[in-house]
């Protein structure tokens, strides 16, 4: 979903491949029309938190970056790279933990598997879908199913601070609802 995510912020790839040599693959993205001044907070202006978060996706850099900005945001953040490990992060600090980012498609145990295994230990528990595709289709199946809410990749962290806390303050998102 690099494609999808590389074309949303209008940057373009070109493939370069030379047989016995491999291929390279170059991504160019627009320039930001402003540089952060020395000492500002990207972060000012959006909503931020102190809670603990699950971040689960099967894309190392994605879980990276994703932390970097929730810590930024001011949550506690626990990573899980595939599903299986987290319902067994989920297990085993299910007290402190108050909500799970859920990266829908995973090899081995998806979005809706580990979404069903993380109900079966807390069916209160909060969780955000986080897709590349849209909110059709089997994500509409886990949101019917009681999920909190969806987003969509890529989001900006606006969008992402706004989801939190409404997932997080218990606002019913209308595009969650069945």
Do not use: W
């Amino acid at each position: 979903s690099a494609y999808g995510i590389i074309k949303n912020h209008k940057g373009v790839i070109e493939v370069e491949s030379k047989q016995g040599t491999g291929t390279s693959f170059h991504i160019y993205l627009p320039a930001s029309k402003r540089a952060l001044e020395n000492g500002e907070d990207f972060s000012e202006g959006l909503l931020k938190g102190t809670e603990t978060v699950l971040l689960v996706d099967d894309e190392v850099r994605f879980l990276d970056v994703g932390k970097g900005i929730l810590e930024e945001l001011g949550y506690t953040v626990l990573t899980a790279e595939t599903g299986k490990k987290a319902v067994d992060v989920y297990k085993s600090g299910r007290d402190t933990i108050d909500m799970v980012i859920l990266d829908m498609v995973m090899p081995g145990t998806g979005g809706g598997e580990t979404y069903d295994a993380l109900r079966g230990l807390n069916p209160d528990v909060k969780v955000l879908l986080a897709s590349g595709y849209s909110a059709a289709g089997q994500a509409a199946e886990i949101l019917k199913r009681g999920c909190s809410g969806f987003i969509q990749k890529p989001f900006n962290v606006s969008a992402l601070s706004e989801k939190l806390r409404e997932v997080l303050d218990g606002e019913m998102l209308p595009e969650a609802l069945p």
